[in-house]
T-cell receptor, first 112, second 113 residues
């Protein structure tokens, strides 16, 4: 079993839809959870950073962490064509200064 | 723009050859991380340096090595290249206080023919 599982998609939605992206993990020691967005042929760009369980909101993006279920989610409200990208979840045991363990990424396409 | 720079952007070489990838971290960041991204394995951690010292190793092959110089830039050396080494190689950096996560450079696309 991989440490972090993420459905690769692709996921196709119309503009304005609410998008839900998810990852599950097996290592209960993970405490820091991140979502990165990666456009084609570009480096990953940090979107959300959360610690432990709970919700965090930033504009149209909401990150949720449920440590009891080992499950994290990213919600995108009012999705835009510019949101079309690959979304990678990442996790670490300690704060910055340790290796990030990534999911394989979910490819999202938002059509206008 | 994350502030992390990587050169070259693209590299095409032959099997058995050796290449060097270069990374400059964000201003003030002491930690540099190298990751490899391939279609089948996803993004995988290779190695981390902190202020010139190796801090952690991941799934890095013995044919690969890295170092971080006094000016904090880092180089990843890949030798005896194989077809399977073709991938995107990313460098990331993080702040010394540890309150931030890692910021990634634009990557180097390596193609081994």
């Amino acid at each position: 079993q991989k440490e972090v599982e993420q459905d690769p998609g692709p996921l196709s939605v119309p503009e304005g839809a609410i998008v839900s992206l998810n990852c599950t993990y097996s290592n209960s020691a993970f405490q820091y959870f991140m979502w990165y967005r990666q456009y084609s042929r570009k480096g990953p760009e940090l979107l959300m950073y959360t610690y432990s369980s709970g919700n965090k909101e930033d504009g149209r993006f909401t990150a949720q962490v449920d440590k009891s279920s080992k499950y994290i989610s990213l919600f995108i409200r009012d999705s835009q064509p510019s949101d079309s990208a690959t979304y990678l979840c990442a996790m670490s045991v300690n704060q910055a200064g340790t290796a990030l363990i990534f999911g394989k990424g979910t490819t999202l396409s938002v059509s206008s | 723009d994350s502030g992390v720079t990587q050169t070259p952007k693209h590299l095409i070489t032959a099997t058995g050859q050796r290449v060097t990838l270069r990374c400059s971290p964000r201003s003030g960041d002491l930690s540099v991380y190298w990751y490899q991204q391939s279609l089948d394995q996803g993004l995988q951690f290779l190695i981390q340096y902190y202020n010139g010292e190796e801090r952690a190793k991941g799934n890095i092959l013995e044919r690969f090595s890295a170092q971080q110089f006094p000016d904090l830039h880092s180089e990843l050396n890949l030798s005896s290249l194989e077809l399977g080494d073709s991938a995107l190689y990313f460098c990331a950096s993080s702040a010394p206080a540890g309150k931030e996560t890692q910021y990634f450079g634009p990557g180097t696309r390596l193609l081994v023919l």
